[in-house]
């Protein structure tokens, strides 16, 4: 069974650009979260989504951060414009369901933002 | 509202000791996740273990265990005969599970050192 696919897995941009990452779940996988992992931290919610709705985006600075999952599959999660303290990495997750299932993670995609 | 607390910020033994990661929780709800991840230095989060709050029995896998004591508020994980391979940043993570919304929240992580 294919993992959950993200990209592009780096990124460096200026700040005040703006930016696109991309994620594939796993197969049949209802749920699907992203997470900012700034570095020496655990991750940190940004946005879940079940099928094509929004459940959380409670931690997501709507100001410049936005996501949407089209069709219930893929996900994209978009800064627009960046800046300094976004630089970090970005992970994608998903679960079969809500109800606290185990997340499986992609391997991030990490910006640097100068 | 919900907290997790890794107040080991860095361990290291030498390989076979045993070493034990702590994790201390706080939420007000009565039915949780409680959840342990391994990140190695590749940087890809490996799901380890999920326990909801009503499960106390202890759990064994392999040489990992893990002991929740909800007395405490803790879900502690133990390597038992440590090895290079287990060097990595362990996180662990809490759901509330609230309305559908199951986001983890993650302690700051424990890097653990297994020196040959």
């Known amino acids: 069974e294919a993992g959950v696919a993200q990209s592009p897995r780096y990124k460096i941009i200026e700040k005040r650009q703006s930016v696109a990452f991309w994620c594939n779940p796993i197969s049949g996988h209802a749920t699907l979260y992203w997470y900012q992992q700034i570095l020496g931290q655990g991750p940190k919610l940004l946005i879940q989504f079940q099928n094509n709705g929004v459940v959380d985006d409670s931690q997501l600075p709507k100001d410049r951060f936005s996501a949407e999952r089209l069709k219930g599959v893929d996900s994209t999660l978009k800064i627009q414009p960046a800046k300094l303290e976004d630089s970090a990495v970005y992970l994608c997750?998903?679960?079969?369901?809500?109800?606290?299932?185990?997340?499986?993670f992609g391997p991030g995609t990490r910006l640097t933002v100068t | 509202a919900q907290k997790v607390t890794q107040a080991q910020t860095e361990i290291s033994v030498v390989e076979k000791e045993d070493v034990t990661l702590d994790c201390v929780y706080e939420t007000r709800d009565t039915t949780y996740y409680l959840f342990w991840y391994k990140q190695p230095p590749s940087g890809e989060l490996v799901f380890l273990i999920r326990?909801?709050?009503?499960?106390?029995q202890n759990e064994i896998s392999g040489r990992y265990s893990w002991n929740f004591q909800k007395s405490t508020s803790s879900f502690n994980f133990t390597i038992t005969a440590s090895q290079v391979v287990d060097s990595a940043v362990y996180f662990c993570a809490l759901s509330e599970e609230l309305r559908g919304a199951d986001g983890l929240t993650f302690g700051k992580g424990t890097h653990l050192i297994i020196q040959p």
């Open positions: 997750a998903s679960s079969r369901d809500t109800r606290a299932y185990e997340q499986y």
């Open positions: 326990r909801n709050s009503f499960d106390e």
